[in-house]
């Protein structure tokens, strides 16, 4: 796991980081129901050896204020948060997902926290994703499988994940809201210093009792490992301990920042126009290719192509000279 993974999965170890994502970005009535008071990390012995190789997932469990129905573990919701590091969109995540939950759903049962004749709790699966393309994968696995005629149907699995796409949230949105994930969101989407420096304002502000000096260490070590020498990457940062020096050097020295800034913008933006031209050549070319070959081309079929790295469109261009039908060419 590089440095960025692993500083943002730090900030998700620390309650206040997940309940202000769940209060702040979960619209959804049932959110008043949970008691954020016994908002806890799911313990080691129920996650598996598979799990635990899923370095970037973290599990939580919070209590619903009334307990539902007569069993322990009914009183329970658990909070599955899966995070994408990817820097394209995965269009298969619905099955991750359904994978993921029923092996906790395994280790539940394994480790008799759920026992015979007793209902599993709920879990919300969370996908957060920070990727530059915004996300337009199928959010249930239902609608990644084929409908099948008649009575088959009823046997199509459906789960649903939430997706929480931080780039596709406005700054005026972010803004309104008192809430260190939302926070956390604006600095990733910040295009200067100056909007750098209005969030660490807010965060010294919400972080400065001393029960919260653990989560404010955990946002100076993201942002003088990753982020920081991700925008400026000529300047050091080791020195910095804490959210006020960040804020205190980012002060100092902003028309040296602003002007590293601002190049390593029109630089990241020249590189991504051509690649953004040589993408959207590749896509242009395998639809009017698939048209060709196949026939006209379904809606689901156009939104894959155009998810896709450039290698994979290469592969698929490659397959259709092949390829008897139109799903040869998309086969795993």
């Not at 200067?192 to 919400?206: F, G, H, R």
Request: no cysteine; proline share 5%; hydrophobic share 40%.
């Amino acid at each position: 796991m590089d440095d960025h993974d692993h500083s943002y999965k730090l900030l998700f170890t620390h309650p206040e980081m997940v309940a202000d994502l769940l209060r702040g970005f979960v619209k959804e009535d049932w959110i008043e129901e949970l008691d954020f008071s016994t908002l806890e990390k799911a313990s080691g012995s129920y996650v598996s050896d598979d799990l635990r190789d899923r370095h970037d997932d973290i599990i939580w469990r919070i209590r619903w204020k009334n307990v539902q129905g007569n069993h322990q573990n009914s009183a329970w919701l658990y909070v599955y948060l899966l995070i994408e590091f990817q820097s394209s969109v995965d269009w298969f995540m619905a099955v991750r997902i359904m994978t993921y939950v029923g092996l906790l759903y395994q280790d539940l049962i394994r480790s008799k926290a759920v026992k015979t004749n007793e209902p599993l709790p709920p879990v919300l699966p969370i996908v957060l994703y920070n990727g530059d393309p915004r996300w337009q994968a199928p959010a249930d696995i239902a609608d990644l499988i084929t409908p099948a005629p008649g009575g088959l149907e009823r046997y199509r699995p459906h789960l649903h994940y939430l997706l929480l796409d931080e780039g596709s949230y406005h700054e005026h949105e972010l803004a309104e809201l008192r809430n260190l994930a939302a926070a956390l969101f604006r600095l990733e989407n910040s295009r200067t210093p100056e909007d750098v420096q209005q969030v660490l304002q807010a965060l010294i502000a919400w972080l400065q009792s001393p029960q919260q000096s653990n989560l404010r260490r955990a946002f100076t070590i993201w942002l003088k490992r990753v982020f920081l020498p991700g925008r400026m990457p000529t300047v050091a940062f080791d020195e910095i301990q804490d959210l006020q020096e960040v804020h205190t050097m980012l002060s100092e020295r902003v028309k040296d920042w602003t002007k590293n800034w601002k190049q390593q913008g029109i630089e990241e933006g020249l590189q991504k126009g051509r690649q953004e031209g040589l993408q959207e050549g590749k896509m242009d070319l395998l639809l009017r290719l698939l048209e060709w070959r196949f026939g006209a081309v379904s809606e689901a079929i156009s939104t894959r192509v155009k998810q896709a790295n450039s290698p994979t469109l290469e592969l698929w261009s490659k397959r259709i000279l092949t390829a008897q039908t139109i799903e040869e060419v998309f086969a795993d």
